[in-house]
């Protein structure tokens, strides 16, 4: 067993100060005062709940210096101190005043007590009075000058006189002068007093429901020291002092005297009867010759003349005595040195009081009157004695453990906590057996309370103290007290969300632990669209009644539906309670555009987080008429939801903009009276399409009969431009007129429609806007930049450093250069002019004059509309312009020489479906926001949608859609108040049974688990693989984001799997978004910047406002980040970063088998060209894949589709021969490095039974796809050239666990993949072409789809 170890607190930011008083918060805190000072300072325990690495914050000052004097933490969780023996220096203050400090605002106030002598006021409650918290939470305080003593009511505030039986009596009924007595609650509610001035050995205690003091027995030996001989003046000294008295767990009360005797105190089965006392132990001799005192004239003890005690969570007493020594002065006092002891009342008398096994260094030269004890809700023991040093005693378990019978009991407990919500609690004994410290008049700092402990189940262990308040009952219980008792608690805002065992804390004995989650609460607003400018307002009002939605949503974390008055899916379109907005400007309404979506829509009555859409209407364009010279305006967008427990609120900000400059819009097309609303992602100033070759197209025939001509795309383009621009009312026609759905304007990867069909050519055109009376100015043209991210694109913030970089070219005008993070290029610019040879010319060099233009204006002011276009050239193989990566940044803008083999644009795609953006460069308005993307800022759209068919019927595989996307990190470190960036996937209306997942690899897929199980709570993602997560389509899901390591974003990979019974004609859309943290300060001493924003100054200064000197929350039950400061009010909100959608209708797998194999091939070419530490390796190699199940599951063969950038997947004419079999072996060279490989052939007219191994050369970053392969037994087909022998395709042509879906009948032993069950009968379609029986489910589907195909 160990012994017991006293160690230094050494915390972060610890004081300099004299330690001293010290008080236990409820919430675990430790308030620690600066001796004889007003400075007070708190010690609040680490991560793990431990105090001796603690933080320290302070100072918190009192009004008046004092020391000793009566305190105590009240049932409120407040605390109280009064009197005042001192006040800052050696002599006497005797002070009468008070003064109470709020944990919550961490400031001291006065305490309200009235003045006056007795009879009028209460100025006898002085000095170092005695005092003692009942048990209904008043205070009952003692005079030090006689018997009188007063209670204060700390609800009512209202002081009284006591002990005079109600005010019947006149006489006080305490007989004992109060001064110096150690006053001590019983388990029956009663309070214990030795009468110090009794030379009778008297004992007294007051009855609560009597409002008197009777007698409580004598003691069998003296417990107060009356008085000392005094060396200096001769004769005796006044002593009257005594030590600790603390009530055991089995009810007695055990008092040390200051004369070296001890005493029990049995309670009476009454609170009237008198009680009686037992003989304790005495104390050690004294051997310290002259210094001792022969206190009987016949023996030597140690005193405790002061000193303090604490009852251990083992039962056993730690109390400070020793020797009396004589410390000079005028006239001199005596007081005892400082030894501890254990006292032990299950032994014997004569055994019952030992030294504790080790001493404490600190206590070296004190007395014990200088010595504090306060037990933790660790079981640990602070020490403070006057010194510059605190101590820690962690009591040995030599001296044994609690009984259990002495533990708190919860009964009552919350499952689930919401942060910053308050809850009850109810047990039996959560405040514990005793008061657990006691010193005597001088220190009172009991702990009677319950602690709150939540202790984490997850890794990293993390212990938090909740604050505790309104107890409704101070006293303490007997063993085995079934009485119940409740206190309230708050869920701190800091606190990690996720899953907790909950302990109740008594005088640091813990309860049996309790199961909870601890869930995010509030509610806070994500702008859509968080930007308008006046142009676009009246445009909207023109055509649109003045209306976006949706403009934002509000997200409410952590309520039960039924708190929201939601009982059944039905009432998700208009809830019983749902967040209430006031107009945020003149002729601005902001209404909720329902239904309210759940992210776990089968609504069980948990807490969950609920999202509420809403639009905004302009009524007139009022709220633009400001005064002043500013181009924009702020205003305040503040929402409401008012709840039985209080209000949640939430802010943003969003901008209104005059500026006349030209803009692309967002959103519906205002010149198209009931035009379909698109979202931001999907601008209505943006189109992409397709031309054939020889196709016309606004009377412009694309002249050209071969694919990849460059000379007649560009050309064309330019044309197209110049004759849209000559002819603005058809032009508007038939820019409206192009389609705006990615299904039916997808752009093609391949130069042909199909293998050997005629030639196709991207294109894409941008609309520009214009409103004013002057035309742009003379020499500040408009240009439009194109560019293109490799595949669906969450983050297209603008900057001019990375994604947006542009140089200038001859002609003095801004030209698009590659964007580039690291050494990835990223982005990719377009022209209408054809590219330069960037092997021998750099970037800036290119010129683009097409997109470079002066705007008229109308003399009206009305809208002019400009169009800008380029060649989308993503389908031009044989076109090499750029290096896989930048290695040299002086080579970053080219010219590309020697920087190895240059790829095409194609090459750098990740995904079918890319992200086209388009910027508006524009002189006089440049684009300058931080936070700028085409959310925000109408000189930036993007075309992002990815359209992925899937059929009907299907095999599980073909009825996947997958789509390669990027996520930004969250930015690192984590700022203070902010929180994890978030995926929100809106699933719209998915059938029943479709699942996700989304492969992440630069991420630990139980990162985002943790992460969402400490911020959700309750959520339905899991874990699919070890860089996978998988949830159910249904809903709305949040996904946090992880930080990255890098700048470089994560590369992911969205797969969604849908269930049989599709229909043919079905579509379906899927919305991702990533939600980011923005942030506005208004200063409080800018009277204009106030004024904009008033609804939040209002709501800033309104009563629910806990201002204070450094920060505190607004509402204790918003979640939402307003933070008040003196002189500026702080308030964040999400918004979204960016979007993209997946469209998924549903074909035919005959129609769809053609075009997928296609993708097939050019994936596979792309895939070649992909380095294997490339962040796309992994996902790219995976999304493959995917499309080869397609493919497989569709009726193709994967097996026989080969890289070719033309999608042909196999060239003709007798130049190349493949061979099949499995990875064997991996070749490398004398350098270690690798080199190729072999496999065991099987060739067409060879014995099959007869196997020859066949080696072949490859580059390097093919290895780890072979490794893979030869790990999992995969069979590849190798295509080489019939005269070199060089590898010209390579794929996987199945794998051994693939099921065998194509086997023959005859085999008769295959297994449904669907249902997983044996199949007893043959399936009669080709297309299953496996076993069936008729309660497989997949197989019936056959009969019915089969006849909707047809």
């Not at 400075?39 to 933080?55: A, F, H, I, K």
């Not at 006021?121 to 009075?129: C, H, L, N, P, V």
């Not at 079981?379 to 403070?384: A, D, E, F």
Request: hydrophobic share 35%; aromatic share 8%.
């Amino acid at each position: 067993m160990s012994a017991s170890v006293w160690k230094n607190v050494s915390g972060r930011n610890q004081p300099n100060i004299t330690f001293h008083m010290s008080i236990l918060l409820t919430d675990g805190s430790v308030m620690v005062q600066n001796a004889n000072a007003t400075d007070w300072w708190r010690l609040t325990p680490d991560l793990q709940g431990q105090y001796e690495s603690g933080s320290w914050t302070g100072p918190f000052n009192m009004t008046t210096a004092r020391k000793y004097y009566s305190s105590g933490v009240l049932s409120d969780g407040r605390v109280f101190v009064i009197g005042g023996e001192y006040a800052g220096g050696n002599n006497p203050a005797k002070l009468t005043t008070g003064e109470i400090f709020d944990p919550d605002t961490e400031k001291w106030s006065p305490m309200n007590k009235p003045t006056g002598p007795l009879g009028t006021g209460f100025d006898y409650i002085s000095t170092d009075a005695a005092g003692c918290i009942l048990a209904d939470g008043r205070v009952i305080l003692g005079s030090p000058n006689g018997a009188a003593t007063a209670i204060w009511d700390p609800v009512t505030d209202n002081w009284s006189r006591s002990g005079l039986a109600f005010g019947t009596t006149t006489l006080d009924s305490k007989q004992g002068n109060t001064n110096e007595e150690t006053w001590t609650l019983l388990q029956d509610g009663t309070v214990l007093a030795v009468n110090i001035f009794s030379t009778t050995n008297t004992a007294e205690k007051y009855i609560p429901a009597l409002d008197i003091w009777m007698s409580a027995g004598t003691t069998n030996t003296p417990l107060p020291l009356h008085s000392i001989p005094n060396p200096t003046k001769g004769g005796n000294s006044n002593s009257q002092e005594i030590g600790p008295m603390l009530v055991l767990p089995n009810g007695k009360a055990f008092a040390v005297g200051g004369t070296g005797n001890t005493g029990v105190y049995d309670v009476p089965v009454a609170p009237t009867l008198p009680g009686s006392w037992e003989t304790g132990p005495t104390l050690p001799s004294d051997p310290a010759g002259s210094n001792s005192f022969n206190w009987n004239g016949t023996s030597s003890l140690q005193t405790a003349i002061d000193a303090p005690g604490c009852l251990l969570p083992c039962g056993k007493v730690l109390f400070a005595a020793g020797n009396t020594t004589f410390l000079p002065g005028s006239p001199g006092s005596y007081w005892s040195q400082t030894n501890w002891y254990i006292y032990d009342s299950s032994k014997t008398l004569a055994n019952q009081i030992a030294f504790l096994d080790t001493k404490t260094g600190s206590s070296s030269g004190k007395v014990t009157y200088q010595d504090i004890l306060l037990l933790l809700p660790t079981g640990q023991v602070l020490h403070t004695s006057e010194s510059k040093s605190l101590e820690l005693l962690t009591p040995g378990t030599v001296y044994g453990s609690p009984d259990n019978s002495w533990r708190p009991n919860l009964v009552d407990y919350p499952q689930d906590l919401v942060l910053g919500k308050t809850y009850n609690i109810s047990g039996n004994r959560l405040n514990g057996l005793s008061q657990a410290n006691s010193y005597g008049d001088d220190v009172q700092n009991a702990t009677n309370y319950p602690i709150l402990q939540l202790t984490s189940t997850s890794s990293p262990t993390i212990v938090k103290y909740l604050k505790t308040f309104n107890f409704s009952y101070m006293g303490i219980s007997a063993i085995g007290d079934t009485t119940p008792q409740t206190a309230a608690f708050n869920v701190p805002t800091d606190i990690p969300v996720g899953q907790y065992d909950m302990r109740v804390i008594a005088n640091g004995i813990a309860s049996g632990s309790k199961s909870v989650s601890v869930l995010p609460s509030g509610m806070e607003i994500i702008l859509n669209v968080n930007s308008f400018s006046q142009s676009a307002v009246h445009g909207l009002i023109d055509n649109q009644n003045g209306t976006i939605t949706p403009m934002l949503y509000v997200a409410v974390d952590g309520l039960k539906p039924s708190e929201l008055g939601i009982f059944n899916p039905g009432d998700l379109s208009n809830p019983g309670k749902q967040p209430k907005f006031q107009s945020p400007g003149s002729g601005i309404t902001v209404t909720f555009a329902g239904p309210a979506v759940s992210n776990i829509p089968s609504l069980p009555d948990i807490p969950q987080r609920f999202t509420f859409p809403y639009s905004i209407t302009f009524a007139d364009e009022s709220s633009f008429n400001w005064t002043g010279t500013d181009d924009t305006h702020l205003l305040a967008i503040v929402a409401t939801l008012i709840l039985g427990s209080g209000n949640l609120v939430a802010a943003s900000v969003i901008t209104l903009t005059k500026n006349p400059n030209p803009f692309i819009l967002h959103g519906a097309d205002i010149n198209i009276p009931s035009a379909p609303s698109f979202p931001f992602y999907l601008s209505v100033d943006i189109r992409v399409f397709t031309v054939l070759a020889g196709q016309t197209k606004f009377g412009l025939k694309l002249d050209t009969a071969v694919a990849e001509d460059s000379d007649n795309a560009t050309s064309w383009i330019q044309s197209m431009i110049k004759s849209l621009n000559q002819h603005s009312g058809q032009a508007q026609t038939f820019f409206n007129g192009l389609p705006q759905t990615e299904e039916t304007s997808a752009l093609n990867l391949a130069p042909t429609v199909t293998p050997g069909g005629p030639p196709v050519y991207n294109f894409a055109l941008a609309r520009v806007r214009y409103r004013d009376t002057v035309p742009t100015p003379d020499g500040k043209n408009v240009r439009v930049l194109f560019r293109m991210w490799p595949g669906a694109q969450l983050n297209a913030t603008f900057n001019t450093n990375t994604l947006n970089r542009f140089g200038i070219n001859a002609d003095g005008e801004k030209i698009a250069k590659l964007g580039v993070v690291g050494d990835e290029i990223i982005t990719i610019p377009f022209f209408a002019q054809k590219r330069i040879d960037t092997s021998t010319l750099k970037m800036d060099t290119q010129t683009d004059p097409a997109n470079v233009q002066k705007i008229d204006a109308a003399i009206s002011g009305g809208e002019v509309d400009a169009y800008f276009g380029a060649w989308i050239d993503i389908n031009t193989p044989s076109h090499k312009y750029f290096p896989d990566r930048i290695l040299d940044n002086s080579k970053i803008d080219g010219p590309f020489v020697g920087v190895g083999n240059l790829l095409a644009v194609q090459d750098m795609v990740r995904s079918q479906h890319q992200c086209i953006l388009a910027e508006i460069s524009f002189d006089p308005d440049p684009i300058t926001a931080t936070n700028a993307d085409p959310s925000n800022n109408d000189k930036l759209a993007q075309r992002n949608l990815s359209f992925i068919p899937v059929p009907n019927p299907g095999l599980v595989e073909s009825r996947r859609a997958p789509q390669v996307f990027e996520i930004r990190p969250t930015p690192a470190p984590l700022a203070k108040n902010l929180q994890h960036d978030e995926l929100l996937i809106e699933w719209g209306h998915l059938p029943t049974g479709t699942t996700a997942q989304i492969y992440a690899p630069a991420v630990a897929a139980k990162q985002i688990i943790s992460l969402a199980d400490s911020i959700y709570g309750h959520h339905l993602l899991s874990l699919a693989d070890e860089s996978t997560i998988e949830t159910p389509a249904e809903g709305n899901t949040f996904i946090p984001v992880p930080p990255g390591v890098d700048a470089k974003q994560f590369a992911a990979l969205i797969t969604l799997e849908f269930p049989l019974g599709i229909k043919r004609g079905q579509s379906f859309t899927v919305i991702v978004k990533q939600l980011t943290t923005d942030s506005y300060t208004i200063r409080r001493d800018a009277e204009e910047e106030s004024t904009r924003l008033q609804s939040v100054t209002r709501f800033a200064d309104s009563k629910t406002v806990v201002a204070t000197d450094s920060e505190s929350s607004v509402a204790r039950q918003s979640s939402s980040s307003i933070i008040v400061r003196e002189g500026s009010i702080s308030f964040t909100w999400r918004r979204v970063l960016g979007t993209f959608a997946i469209t998924v209708p549903v074909h035919t797998k005959t129609t769809l088998l053609a075009p997928e194999t296609q993708l097939l091939s050019i994936l596979r070419s792309i895939q070649l060209s992909i380095a294997r530490t490339s962040r796309w390796y992994p996902v790219f190699n995976r999304y493959v894949e995917q499309i080869a199940g397609r493919v497989s599951d569709m009726g193709g063969d994967p097996g026989t589709v080969f890289p070719d950038p033309y999608g042909g997947g196999k060239k003709n004419g007798g130049e190349e021969v493949e061979f099949c079999g499995k990875v064997v072996e991996l070749c490398y060279d004398c350098k270690g490095c690798f080199d190729g490989f072999g496999i065991e052939v099987e060739c067409e007219g060879e014995d099959r039974r007869s196997r020859r191994r066949k080696r072949f050369e490859c580059f390097e970053g093919l290895e780890g796809s072979v490794k893979c392969w030869w790990e999992r037994g995969d069979k590849v087909k190798v295509v080489v050239g019939r005269k070199r022998g060089d590898i010209k395709g390579l794929c996987v042509v199945r794998r051994e666990e693939v099921r065998k879906v194509r086997q023959s009948r005859a085999t008769g032993d295959e297994t449904c993949a669907d249902c997983r069950k044996r199949m007893d009968d043959v399936c009669e379609h080709d297309e299953c072409q496996r076993k069936r029986r008729p309660e497989c489910e997949h197989c019936k589907s056959h009969d019915k789809s089969e006849a909707d195909e047809e």
